[in-house]
């Protein structure tokens, strides 16, 4: 298999995105499934659900990648089934909102396709062998298993809660999804043709979702981003190398769940982290009650800050991390 | 420089814990695996080190949440120096 099959697909769904993005913003305004952009003077109404775009490019993406590579069918076929659970809950959340802790039980559905087929395909599909640095392949027979739920639902909820500002999403995960494909060229290069799907929607959703966002992700975007990347990386066994990647969002994550006491949804918040002042600039809430956030401590650190400056520290948060990530599978023994 | 405070900040918390991950993995591997045969026992064990470890980061990140907002909080109630 050449390179050029990889380049198609990354390239197909690039440009697919590019297209059906603005075709999706379109139809959610004729629907009137808008969404104030509160961090913008006049509280401008914008397109909500841009997370169909991602899923309409990456799917078609993942069926040209199994025709052209017809031994990845099996994982593809279980990418395309996580995917597919965790946006069909976002989406259902964009329509009509769940509670927190229903939205996060309902994302653990998406480790079933992962077990069905490693018990009925073993030989396509293998788990609980993550590489890791300086040691390589661990072989963890009760461990992985244990904590197997978390693995596609933890990335897709760590994703969804940093998903607060214009282009952190797509570009976090963009950031994830490179380090990742480099990671998959190191070890499994045909492997790597499950990651450009994901990758090229991002590249060619991102234009429309950053400063000033022109559609908005939605959970049925950022849920199914999370949960791609947590499932691409049970099947090619890069299960650290993702946890890296997601450092600042677990690390956003752990600290919302702790100070609000569990999941729940930013409307069933009494206080806000944040508090939006005069010219639009956020500032952190320096109430003791309020939730902490990786944001609200950004901004206790810096001081007042514009939107669109805040969401560039959360990217190059994520760059910080998808590096880390390209260095462990470096350190890692091929 | 002050604009990058908080990369700064966070940068360096996100570099060490993966140094800190990257070498319990290594202590895990040399102390638990190398030493205790494959049973439920080394699995605990094993679940208890990593367990450990989570929540030492947890509790640092949180007091260090704490400081930092109660920094900020001080600052915002003193108002703008002219």
Redesign the interface.
């Known amino acids: 298999m050449g390179g050029y099959e990889h380049l198609i697909v990354l390239a197909f769904s690039a440009v697919l995105a590019y297209t059906v993005t603005p075709r999706v913003a379109k139809a959610m305004s004729a629907l009137k499934h808008v969404r104030p952009d509160v961090h913008k003077p006049g509280r401008p109404l914008v397109p909500y659900s841009g997370g169909i775009a991602i899923y309409a490019s990456t799917m078609p993406a993942l069926l040209a990648a199994a025709l052209l590579d017809t031994s990845l069918a099996a994982q593809i076929c279980v990418l395309a089934a996580v995917a597919s659970i965790a946006f069909a809950v976002g989406l259902v959340d964009d329509f009509k909102v769940l509670g927190g802790r229903t939205k996060t039980l309902l994302t653990l559905l998406t480790v079933l396709p992962l077990v069905a087929a490693h018990i009925a395909l073993p030989s396509h599909v293998q788990l609980g062998r993550p590489l ?4 390589g392949r661990l072989r963890l ?3 992985y298993w ?1 904590l197997l739920p978390l693995v596609a639902a933890g990335p897709a909820n760590v994703v969804n809660m940093l998903d607060v500002f214009n282009g952190v999403m797509p570009a976090t995960s963009l950031a994830a999804a490179a380090a990742l494909t480099v990671s998959a060229y190191l070890f499994e290069p045909k492997g790597a043709l499950l990651l450009l799907p994901l990758l090229g929607a991002l590249a060619g959703y991102l234009p429309y979702n950053k400063w000033p966002a022109r559609v908005l992700n939605g959970d049925s975007g950022s849920l199914m981003v999370g949960a791609y990347i947590g499932a691409v990386a049970a099947l090619l066994h890069l299960e ?1 190398i993702a ?2 990647t997601l ?2 969002h677990i ?1 956003n994550g ?2 919302v769940i ?1 100070s609000v006491g569990g999941f729940k949804e930013h409307r069933q918040m009494k206080e806000r982290p944040v508090v939006v002042r005069e010219g639009f600039k956020l ?2 809430s ?1 109430s ?1 009650t309020a939730p ?1 956030s ?1 944001v ?8 007042p800050l514009e939107e669109k ?1 805040v969401a560039a ?1 959360l990217i ?2 994520g760059v ?2 998808s590096t ?1 990530a390209v260095v ?1 599978a470096l ?1 890692t023994p091929r | 420089m ?2 990058l ?3 700064l ?3 360096v ?3 060490l ?2 140094l800190s ?2 070498a319990l ?2 202590a895990i ?1 040399a102390l638990i695996v190398a030493v205790v045969k ?1 049973s ?1 026992a080394r ?1 605990v064990l ?2 208890a080190v990593f367990a450990l470890w989570a929540f030492s980061w ?1 509790m640092a ?2 007091v260090l ?2 400081k ?2 109660s ?3 001080r ?3 003193e108002g703008p120096k002219t």
């Open positions: 890791v640095p300086l040691l027979t009760i461990v244990l650290f946890a890296v450092i600042p690390l752990a600290l702790v500032v952190a320096s003791q902490i990786l609200r401590l950004i901004l206790a650190v810096e001081g400056q520290r190059a948060l910080v991390s880390l462990s350190l | 002050s604009g405070r908080s990369l900040v966070f940068g918390l996100i570099v814990v993966w991950s990257v993995l290594y591997d494959e439920w699995t094993g679940l947890f990140i949180i949440s704490r930092l907002i920094s900020w909080a600052r915002a109630s």
